[in-house]
């Protein structure tokens, strides 16, 4: 499986991650080799084989829904890169595009 | 012996008999970090002020006769893992600056049996890795000889346990993070079942496979550490009810009719002669004390683990990465608009090998390819689980290496992407499965250091801390430490 430049470029895309000149080179290659290098996996026999997800057989967790208390708002901002009156300061999601 | 070297059943001993403080054995500690740490570079964060009040705290808890078989051992916990109040980088620039508001579940359980924390220890990038070279910050040296690798993930916490900067570490394995860098430097290393332990507070990477553990000089260390680490957490909703018991009990130097089967795909090509004569031997070991060896034994689907492994891994690290956005904590890179932002913030925090990580595990997931790669692999793991199952029906547990290979020269495997993943082949199929796995020092091939991996059934920890017990009252390579030297 050989990606070209423009698959790399739109998968990097996809995940929001820009990528130096350099890495899309690189990228392109060795992602390239490492996909040929998993065709193996097309050799293997699947059919009525079930997919494992999780490898223990847990099903869905529940808890009880009741209040508790959360960590205090200054410390959960006290990360953030751009705070203002006590919220996370984004940038406009619907401006210009 | 140094008080730096000792184990934790050792310091114990002299706590309780206060021989020794937990005060001294702490500056101990800090005195030999001060001296080698410029020589192996295990740490990202040292917490000498913080461990010493701890360490004095400690002390009141003993003279009171309050104390657990932890409490005022120092330790050093895996940069993945929260801390409150001390920095969590995951050894990356995204999340250089990232001071945790909570403890992971482990942190606070040891903290409250009493530990003293010295430091938080280096790692591949988000534990993306097999020798700490994809850390952001520094590549952590092997103290056996300064210029190979010491392995990775957890490459720091398996250092600073191999070279007293600590008496015991945590590590997380999601492919063989704990194993790998335990038998490159040395150490007992465990991953626990799949569910065993907690990972809430642990930077996640990819949330089927990874598990915490410990790292520890010998094997009963590793058993009293994870009686105070296993055990279902309501945070954790992947922790399993299963009774925890008291590990220290399986520690029998008694393997009569225990069955054994070596499964001939661990013994690969490619493989070291060093490392297969080291491993052979330590089975002729086994089977001196009483097991019974099976070499007839074929695990044929372990050819298709690192494949499937290097699908499922970074597809989920992908989704869980995603929250890396520049906005809630962590690097934030300045751009025209949210957008432009994001990508800049994701490509400027994120190192090389996490970002090909989540090209790859973009690309698996992605329209027209998802049935092709990732739930093939997902099948192609259930096919390697149920081998294991059915090797589980004849065998109490099976041995293997735990890397074909002694640790390599830094920089070998750096620019080759295919073959640093091929130094978790060994140890992956256990994460794919899901089962517990142990490694312990083996021997040394040309004066570098081999492990020998035991493997069982979920929840069958006691099986392995029993073999590994007898092998280690029957060999004393648990017991060498390396003679630290410029290389």
């Known amino acids: 499986m050989k990606l070209s430049r423009e698959e790399v470029l739109n998968i990097a895309a996809l995940c929001r991650m820009s990528l130096s000149e350099d890495e899309l080179e690189r990228f392109q290659g060795q992602i390239s080799d490492i996909l040929e290098n998993f065709e193996i996996l097309q050799q293997v026999d699947t059919t009525d084989v079930p997919p494992t997800a999780y490898p223990t057989p847990l099903q869905n967790v529940w808890r009880k829904d009741e209040a508790r208390p959360s960590l205090p708002k200054e410390d959960i901002l006290a990360n953030a890169p751009r705070q203002e009156e006590g919220c996370f300061r984004v940038h406009a999601v619907l401006e210009g595009n | ?487």
């Open chain 2, 1 to 487: 012996m140094k008080l730096h070297d000792l184990t934790i059943h050792e310091a114990r001993r002299l706590l309780k008999g206060r021989e020794v403080s937990s005060v001294e054995l702490t500056r101990a500690v800090l005195e030999r970090i001060s001296d080698i740490e410029d020589k192996v570079h295990a740490f990202v964060t040292i917490t000498a002020e913080r461990a010493l009040k701890r360490a004095a705290l400690s002390d009141k808890r003993i003279a009171g006769g309050d104390c657990t078989p932890l409490t005022g051992v120092p330790a050093l916990i895996k940069d993945n893992m929260c801390t409150r109040g001390v920095a969590t980088t995951c050894s990356s620039r995204m999340l250089q600056n990232f001071i945790a508001p909570y403890d992971a579940t482990v942190v606070e359980r040891l903290e409250s049996a009493g530990m003293v924390m010295v430091g938080k220890s280096n790692m591949d990038e988000f534990a993306m890795g097999s020798s700490t070279e994809h850390s952001a910050f520094f590549t952590t040296r092997n103290p056996w000889d300064l210029g190979r690798v010491p392995g990775g993930s957890s490459g720091g916490s398996a250092v600073g346990v191999a070279a007293g900067e600590a008496i015991y570490a945590l590590g997380s394995d999601t492919g063989g993070s704990i194993r790998q860098p335990a038998s490159f430097c040395s150490v007992v290393g465990l991953k626990p079942t799949y569910g065993r332990v907690s990972r809430y507070g642990l930077v996640a990477f990819a949330s089927s496979l990874d598990q915490i553990g410990p790292l520890t000089r010998d094997v009963t260390d590793a058993a009293l550490v994870m009686n105070a680490i296993a055990g279902r957490d309501p945070a954790d909703s992947t922790s399993v009810d299963h009774s925890v018991p008291d590990y220290t009990q399986s520690l029998v130097p008694d393997i009569k009719g225990i069955r054994l089967g070596i499964p001939r795909e661990y013994f690969v090509e490619g493989m070291q002669p060093g490392v297969s004569d080291a491993i052979r031997a330590a089975i002729s070991t086994l089977e001196g004390l009483g097991a019974e060896v099976d070499w007839d034994l074929s695990l044929p689907s372990t050819r298709y683990a690192l494949a499937a492994y290097y699908i499922i891994a970074p597809s989920e690290a992908m989704a869980n990465l995603a929250r890396y956005d520049g906005v809630k904590y962590g690097y934030s890179h300045a751009g025209e608009n949210m957008w432009d932002a994001m990508e800049k913030t994701r490509g400027h925090g994120f190192g090389p090998e996490v970002k090909r990580r989540i090209i790859l595990g973009t690309y698996a997931l992605s329209a027209g390819y998802y049935d092709a790669y990732y739930l093939k692999a997902q099948r192609v793991r259930t096919l390697i689980r149920r081998e294991f199952e059915q090797a589980f029906q004849r065998y109490d547990a099976l041995i293997t290496p735990t890397s074909p290979t002694v640790p390599f020269r830094i920089g070998e495997r750096v620019d080759d992407p295919l073959q640093m993943y091929l130094s978790d082949v060994c140890t992956l199929p256990v994460n794919i499965a899901g089962i517990p796995g142990l490694s312990i020092p083996a021997g040394f091939a040309d004066g570098l250091p081999v492990g020998m991996q035991i493997l069982g059934k979920p929840f069958s920890e006691e099986v392995l801390l029993r073999i590994g017990y007898a092998y280690e009252q029957a060999t004393d390579w648990h017991t060498r430490r390396p003679d630290i030297q410029e290389g």
